[in-house]
């Protein structure tokens, strides 16, 4: 039986690919101190990306994240971990400009909405938890593409 290779779904994650910095901070206001980085880049056989971010506020997690996808359904996941001992996984979706991520469940939902630029160079979204009523958000997050600009 002919199995279902990954090869539209992989090509769509290569908008994430690169050096990035992050700007972070609470909706609507000025950037939080510090600096942010995260470097995404292809594992061996192209078949996952790596993602590894840092921060240089000390309140403020460090993680490592793995993303893939599901050729047969056309699906993406993310697995999350950061230094807090945080781990998670995230659903996740890809294309026409916008990067999504979501989970359900404990200790609360969370998701992830952004705005892919045209150029490639910048990333702005906002993460929001769900409380007892209703969605809320919880930061906006920016990456801007560091160095060679697409």
Same mark, same amino acid.
């Given at each position: 039986?002919?199995?279902?290779?990954?090869?539209?779904?992989?090509?769509?994650?290569?908008?994430?690919?690169?050096?990035?910095?992050?700007?972070?901070?609470?909706?609507?206001?000025?950037?939080?101190? *510090? =600096?942010?980085?995260?470097?995404? &880049?292809?594992?061996?056989?192209? $078949?996952?990306?790596?993602?590894?971010? !840092?921060? %240089?506020?000390?309140?403020?997690?460090?993680?490592?994240?793995?993303?893939?996808?599901?050729?047969?359904?056309?699906?993406?996941?993310?697995?999350?971990?950061?230094?807090?001992?945080?781990?998670?996984?995230?659903?996740?979706?890809?294309?026409? *400009? =916008?990067?999504?991520?979501?989970? &359900?469940?404990?200790?609360?939902? $969370?998701?992830?909405?952004?705005?892919? !630029?045209? %150029?490639?160079?910048?990333?702005?979204?906002?993460?929001?938890?769900?409380?007892?009523?209703?969605?809320?958000?919880?930061?906006?997050?920016?990456?801007?593409?560091?160095?060679?600009?697409?």
């Amino acid at each position: 039986m002919e199995q279902p290779t990954a090869e539209a779904a992989l090509e769509e994650l290569e908008a994430l690919v690169g050096e990035w910095s992050l700007k972070a901070g609470p909706p609507g206001g000025p950037p939080w101190p *510090g =600096e942010g980085r995260a470097s995404i &880049e292809w594992m061996e056989g192209r $078949q996952h990306l790596m993602v590894r971010s !840092s921060v %240089d506020d000390p309140s403020a997690p460090n993680g490592t994240m793995i993303i893939g996808c599901d050729a047969a359904n056309g699906t993406y996941t993310q697995l999350y971990a950061d230094d807090r001992g945080v781990c998670r996984t995230y659903d996740m979706s890809i294309g026409s *400009g =916008e990067w999504k991520l979501w989970r &359900e469940g404990k200790p609360f939902s $969370q998701r992830f909405s952004a705005a892919i !630029s045209e %150029d490639g160079n910048t990333i702005a979204g906002r993460w929001e938890k769900k409380t007892h009523t209703g969605w809320e958000t919880d930061f906006d997050l920016t990456y801007m593409r560091a160095g060679q600009a697409r």
